[in-house]
């Protein structure tokens, strides 16, 4: 049961609220005072506040911001006279959801009421999903609940307390950086400088001072000293971006540097020592790069002291809703005119887990932050999407996959794993859900994972 907070130092309105109120379904609290009201918010659950504007010791504005100071997204609604407008459009602009004159008709206010508490229940439901997320699906910014990022989640657990290099590999967009943020902060280097460098950003001479910085006079422009990269991570963590777009020549200093925790500056002669660790990232296949003779094989096995594999987004389907609840959360401040936006259709579900989200991770965020802007509804449609979107979902059969020799029952199987596996992501393993998207029977969808030995991730 909702509970409403009435405000009026006159007991007959507070009896006439009351009784309307209850009528509805709401549970109310009355006060007689602004500071009787602060101390039964701080005691209770409240979901929506009603005030008069007009009141001694503290007036509705004064009560308006002390509650806002304790929880800002609450709803206020002002009830004012005609001679205090002024007052109440004040306070709408200090954040009171709206205001209505009295005496008021009785089904106006129920009316405001009724859409100001929608809008609390969306709020509440994100800080549950946001709660829910947090507690169980996140480590730092990164979110999943796939075995796979459970994975990734146990091994940053595991090495963060250390010092040793860790290598990550994924394709861009993946979230490489906030793994490396995730290693550091939850390391004792924590306090201490977190220093990123994209290696594929700048050309080799610009990126040689750019991470062991210069002396002044070391080339033309270099008016003046200045500290690299190193110097400025000492005592935490150098995050090396794109770690394969390395040169031969500054891959043989990066290993000097990690071997003896010593280098100098372009145009210097001068040793400089640090004490930094070590994280770099990569959307290439760095093994197959060493082997290819692209990369220092000494310096690879230095960085790749412990390994992390961040899966694309096409292969954690069951992080996507997740993942879409998270950035709607995020972006709701895009909507300032708009109604809070709920959710996706069914429609958007189901091509979000059919599209392959080659930009993956950072791809699915600005799809939402602009079907955010520019949804005209609550709930997030196909139209909502980019244009092209769903044209670019390819939901024909990608033969040249299947191998030549394959028979048509093998091949009919091949197809029918993975329609099971799709459907059980989408349902979040819910198998009842699953069996109703595929048209069949619980019993029967049961019978086809057990022949295909499919993992079924338990619910909860």
């Not at 699915?364 to 244009?387: G, Q, Y």
């Not at 009919?412 to 799709?422: A, D, F, P």
């Amino acid at each position: 049961m909702e509970t409403i907070l009435v405000v009026d130092d006159e007991k007959n309105y507070l009896l006439v609220l009351s009784a309307l109120l209850e009528e509805e379904g709401y549970e109310v609290l009355t006060a007689l005072s602004g500071p009787e009201a602060i101390e039964i918010q701080k005691a209770s659950d409240i979901d929506l506040v009603l005030t008069d504007m007009k009141m001694p010791t503290m007036d509705g504005i004064d009560l308006l911001e002390r509650i806002k100071a304790c929880d800002p997204d609450v709803p206020v609604i002002i009830m004012t006279a005609h001679g205090t407008v002024d007052k109440a459009v004040e306070a709408m602009q200090k954040g009171a959801y709206t205001y209505i004159l009295k005496p008021f008709d009785n089904d106006r206010l129920i009316l405001y009421v009724q859409k100001a508490m929608a809008l609390f229940q969306v709020v509440k439901e994100n800080r549950r999903l946001r709660s829910v997320v947090e507690s169980q699906y996140r480590f730092g910014n990164i979110i999943g609940k796939s075995k796979a990022m459970r994975d990734v989640f146990d091994t940053i657990q595991k090495v963060a307390p250390s010092n040793a290099s860790v290598l990550i590999e994924g394709e861009s967009g993946t979230g490489k950086e906030l793994v490396a943020k995730a290693i550091h902060f939850n390391s004792p280097r924590r306090d201490l400088p977190f220093v990123a460098v994209n290696c594929s950003a700048l050309a080799e001479g610009l990126l040689e001072s750019e991470l062991f910085g210069h002396e002044k006079g070391a080339f033309t422009g270099a008016v003046a000293s200045k500290k690299g990269r190193f110097e400025l991570a000492h005592g935490g963590t150098l995050f090396l971006d794109e770690i394969g777009e390395l040169s031969a020549n500054l891959q043989v200093k990066l290993l000097r540097v990690l071997q003896e925790k010593v280098f100098e500056r372009v145009g210097g002669v001068r040793p400089i020592t640090v004490d930094i660790r070590v994280i770099a990232a990569t959307n290439k296949h760095l093994k197959e790069e060493m082997q290819a003779g692209r990369f220092r094989e000494d310096l690879y096995y230095r960085l790749d002291v412990v390994h992390i594999i961040i899966p694309p987004l096409r292969e954690r389907g069951e992080d996507i809703r997740l993942l879409v609840d998270h950035f709607i959360a995020k972006y709701a401040g895009e909507r300032k005119l708009s109604a809070p936006v709920k959710g996706v259709t069914q429609e958007v579900d189901r091509l979000f887990y059919e599209y392959t989200w080659p930009g993956n991770v950072r791809e699915l965020e600005n799809v939402i932050e602009r079907a955010m802007i520019l949804c005209p509804t609550d709930i997030i449609s196909d139209r909502d999407l980019p244009k092209g979107f769903r044209s670019s979902i390819d939901n024909a059969l990608h033969l040249d996959g299947i191998p030549a020799s394959a028979g048509l029952y093998e091949t009919l199987e091949m197809v029918e794993k993975q329609m099971i596996q799709r459907a059980l992501r989408m349902a979040d393993h819910v198998q009842a859900h699953a069996a109703d998207l595929l048209g069949i029977a619980k019993s029967g969808l049961s019978q086809k994972i057990k022949k295909y030995n499919l993992e079924v991730r338990p619910k909860g």
